[in-house]
């Protein structure tokens, strides 16, 4: 007996210290979702998620250790009832709970759950007792179904959505083409110097065709004559215009020589 008695305060005791542990970490994880979610991560979070998983898992062996015993077979009979407040409950609960009455035992030495609940179970259990071995292999092949279309549906959601990136991410022109057509219109950079066919001559910007001579005047030659007036007329293919108030006639200060034939048909 007392061989049982002492394995069953060191059970109690190991199983407190890993209750403590979980009661840590799980004060440290909410205290931080509380007050620093704003720098809170997700890598951060998953870690204190792998803590608490360990330490159930740490937990759950110690429970099913061999020389652990059965704690169900253990009976928790309350001693002393009292409204008054008692202090040193108040230390072993951190003050959760400050007196020992009637009310709250029934709540903190329950071993089943509440009648409500464990209708629910037994209702459940009964429905469960109820579908055969086929209609269970049916059920589950089509939750299987239905969980692998599922997948399949976010799997080729993302697929797309990586796709779509690529796309936009991906470059449509050649930087090196745009450069040297830039270049080209705005500078002229790369465009040939080779002339036209059947244009003689250098051609100067802005006077397109000025090299060019009209049918009829090509036997025409302006001279300059001394004495001349030096004021600007307007010219037209090589051949000075008559002035306003001219009409017909040729300014004097223009000599021309014309090949024609010596004499005129209707020449008297």
């Given at each position: 007996m007392q061989r049982e008695e002492k394995q069953l305060e060191l059970s109690l005791e190991a199983l407190i210290s890993q209750v403590a542990d979980l009661k840590n970490s799980l004060v440290s994880f909410i205290y931080k979702l509380e007050n620093e979610y704003d720098r809170l991560t997700w890598p951060?979070?998953?870690?204190?998620?792998?803590?608490?998983?360990?330490?159930?898992?740490?937990?759950?062996?110690?429970?099913?250790?061999?020389k652990t015993p059965l704690l169900r077979n253990q009976v928790i009979i309350p001693l002393v009832l009292s409204p008054d407040r008692d202090e040193e409950?108040?230390?072993?609960?951190?003050?959760?709970?400050p007196v020992f009455s009637h009310e709250v035992v029934p709540d903190h030495l329950r071993t089943k759950p509440d009648p409500e609940v464990e209708e629910q179970e037994k209702q459940l259990s009964t429905d469960a007792a109820r579908i055969g071995a086929d209609v269970a292999q049916k059920q589950i092949q089509s939750l299987n179904k239905m969980c692998s279309n599922l997948l399949e549906k976010i799997n080729k959601e993302d697929r797309e959505s990586e796709s779509g990136g690529i796309r936009q991410n991906k470059q449509t022109f050649n930087p090196a083409d745009t450069n040297a057509l830039v270049a080209a219109v705005a500078f002229g950079k790369g465009l040939s110097n080779r002339r036209p066919p059947g244009v003689t001559g250098p051609v100067q910007s802005g006077q397109p065709g000025g090299n060019s001579i009209m049918a009829g005047a090509s036997a025409m030659q302006q001279v300059q004559m001394p004495g001349a007036q030096s004021q600007s007329q307007p010219m037209l293919g090589g051949v000075q215009m008559p002035q306003a108030g001219q009409?017909?006639?040729?300014p004097s200060g223009i000599k021309t020589n014309i090949k024609s034939a010596s004499m005129h048909p209707y020449q008297r």
């Open positions: 951060s979070v998953l870690d204190n998620f792998a803590l608490l998983s360990g330490q159930l898992n740490t937990l759950n062996k110690v429970l099913k250790h061999e409950l108040m230390r072993q609960t951190e003050g959760r709970v009409p017909g006639k040729m």
